[in-house]
Nanobody, 125 residues
C-alpha cells in the first residue's frame, strides 16, 4: 500500500507556471504507475497525465501536451507535474494517483487504486 500527499498548488495568473509534487510513502514507489487527474466541483475527475514504471513512458491529455510535464524521482518517492502557460479553465483540484504495482494503466480513474487528498490550483484571468 502507498500513501500519497500532493503539494504545490496555489494561485497563479494566466500564462503562469506551477510545479505540483506528490510524495509517496509505504511500499516501493518505483513499482507503481502514477498519474495526475484534476476535478472541478460538479464535474467528473479528468485525466491529465500518466507515467509508467519506466520514467520515459508518459502520456498526456491532448489539451496539456507541450505545456505540462510529468516526471518522477524514484529515489525520493516523488511524482511531479510541471505546468506552464496555465489557463483559467484549468482551475481545479489536482490529484495524484497510483495504480497497482507493475499494472497497465490508462486514462480511467478505475485503473488507479491509491489517491492523494488533492491540491488546489487557481488560475486567475
Amino acid at each position: 500500500q502507498v500513501q500519497l500527499v500532493e503539494t504545490g498548488g496555489g494561485l497563479v495568473q494566466t500564462g503562469g507556471s506551477l510545479r505540483l509534487s506528490c510524495e509517496a510513502s509505504g511500499d516501493t514507489f518505483s513499482t507503481y504507475p502514477m498519474a495526475w487527474f484534476r476535478q472541478v466541483p460538479g464535474k467528473d475527475r479528468e485525466f491529465v497525465s500518466l507515467i509508467t514504471t519506466r520514467i520515459d513512458d508518459t502520456y498526456y491529455q491532448e489539451a496539456v501536451k507541450g505545456r505540462f510535464t510529468i516526471s518522477r524521482d524514484n529515489a525520493k518517492n516523488l511524482l511531479f507535474l510541471q505546468m506552464n502557460s496555465l489557463k483559467p479553465e484549468e482551475t481545479a483540484a489536482y490529484y495524484c494517483a497510483a495504480g497497482r504495482p507493475f499494472s497497465r494503466v490508462g486514462i480511467r480513474q478505475d485503473d488507479y487504486v491509491y489517491w492523494g487528498q488533492g491540491t488546489q490550483v487557481t488560475v486567475s484571468s
